[in-house]
């Protein structure tokens, strides 16, 4: 099923913006961090990546659309936050449950990888949760390399 990528629209974007926040709190928690604090987290970095509340040239949130014209998840790229102007980096890559194992988050990053290009990128990071693993085994198929892992142990 071939998918496309369409920036998302002004109407939707601050109900994205509180599923992400939502979201992202909840992964937070999943990894231990306590529930206030991952909240304030998730707000920070939410709040520093679209401080107008829009997406921006550098910072895309893109609708994951199928042949039909149906919205199946959602992609959000970006510039990086180093100073390295050819780093561009994934945020977020959703497809939504129902439509999960067709091959759409393949293609999604694929997309991905083809926006960022287009806008000069030269290389695309990402950080995935260790208990995705179904995400870090499509990353690993898709040629991406682990630069960094982060580990814990509960006491």
């Given at each position: 099923?071939?998918?496309?990528?369409v920036?998302?629209?002004?109407?939707?974007?601050?109900?994205?913006?509180?599923?992400?926040?939502?979201?992202?709190?909840a992964?937070?928690?999943?990894?231990?961090?306590?529930?206030?604090?991952?909240?304030?987290?998730?707000?920070?970095?939410?709040?520093?990546?679209?401080?107008?509340?829009?997406?921006?040239?550098?910072?895309?949130?893109?609708?994951?659309?199928?042949?039909?014209?149906?919205?199946?998840?959602?992609?959000?790229?970006?510039?990086?936050?180093?100073?390295?102007?050819?780093?561009?980096?994934?945020?977020?890559?959703?497809?939504?449950?129902?439509?999960?194992?067709?091959?759409?988050g393949?293609?999604?990053?694929?997309?991905?990888?083809?926006?960022a290009?287009?806008?000069?990128?030269?290389?695309?990071?990402?950080?995935?949760?260790?208990?995705?693993?179904?995400?870090?085994?499509?990353?690993?198929?898709?040629?991406?390399?682990?630069?960094?892992?982060?580990?814990?142990?509960?006491?």
């Open positions: 099923m071939p998918i496309d990528i920036p998302i629209a002004a109407e939707r974007f601050p109900a994205w913006l509180e599923r992400s926040l939502e979201e992202y709190t992964d937070l928690i999943a990894t231990g961090e306590d529930p206030d604090q991952a909240r304030r987290h998730a707000t920070e970095s939410l709040s520093q990546a679209f401080p107008e509340n829009a997406p921006t040239s550098d910072n895309a949130v893109l609708d994951l659309v199928d042949e039909s014209g149906n919205t199946v998840g959602y992609l959000w790229v970006g510039s990086d936050t180093s100073d390295d102007p050819g780093a561009w980096w994934v945020w977020d890559v959703v497809v939504e449950p129902e439509h999960r194992g067709k091959g759409l393949r293609a999604a990053m694929l997309l991905a990888e083809s926006y290009r287009d806008r000069g990128a030269q290389t695309l990071g990402l950080s995935v949760f260790g208990f995705n693993t179904a995400a870090k085994a499509l990353y690993d198929s898709l040629g991406y390399e682990t630069t960094s892992v982060k580990m814990r142990k509960r006491l």
